[in-house]
């Protein structure tokens, strides 16, 4: 059974869990921001992770997997997440997990894309 043990860094719950190896879990040392864009921008969330071995991160986004068969959305080789061409669809909580043998961490944050309004 895993433990769970939650730390707050700058107002964020970042879930450590650790699998009990001799490596510690790894750390999110910044995980992505709460942000709110236009539609048809280009999004950035930021993951930023250390460990022993280095982790492996994937995202999610309210809890499913982000898919890499979309061709707006792609994984950087820094951890953090890229999305083209944001639609309002996008909005939603996106959730950072790196992992590795010795356990996981997670570190969540919420992408609100927002339409423009012509007024007349």
Same mark, same amino acid.
């Given at each position: 059974?895993?433990?769970? +043990?939650?730390?707050? !860094?700058?107002?964020? %719950?970042?879930?450590?869990?650790?699998?009990?190896? $001799? +490596?510690?879990?790894?750390?999110?040392?910044?995980? @992505?921001?709460?942000?709110?864009?236009?539609? $048809?921008?280009? !999004?950035?969330?930021?993951?930023?992770?250390?460990?022993?071995?280095? @982790?492996?991160? +994937?995202?999610?986004? $309210?809890?499913?997997?982000?898919? @890499?068969? $979309?061709?707006?959305?792609? &994984?950087? %080789?820094?951890?953090? &997440?890229?999305? +083209?061409?944001?639609?309002?669809?996008?909005?939603?909580?996106?959730?950072?997990?790196?992992?590795?043998?010795?356990? %996981?961490?997670?570190?969540?944050?919420? &992408?609100?894309? %927002?339409?423009?309004?012509?007024?007349?």
């Amino acid at each position: 059974m895993q433990k769970l +043990h939650p730390q707050t !860094v700058s107002g964020f %719950e970042n879930r450590i869990a650790g699998a009990g190896s $001799d +490596h510690p879990p790894p750390v999110i040392r910044q995980g @992505p921001v709460n942000q709110s864009v236009p539609v $048809d921008s280009t !999004v950035v969330l930021g993951c930023q992770t250390v460990g022993a071995p280095p @982790p492996a991160v +994937h995202w999610k986004k $309210d809890g499913t997997v982000v898919s @890499p068969v $979309d061709s707006r959305v792609s &994984l950087m %080789e820094t951890g953090s &997440l890229k999305i +083209h061409y944001a639609k309002l669809g996008d909005s939603g909580f996106y959730t950072c997990v790196a992992s590795s043998p010795s356990g %996981e961490a997670s570190w969540t944050a919420y &992408l609100q894309v %927002e339409g423009v309004f012509i007024y007349t």
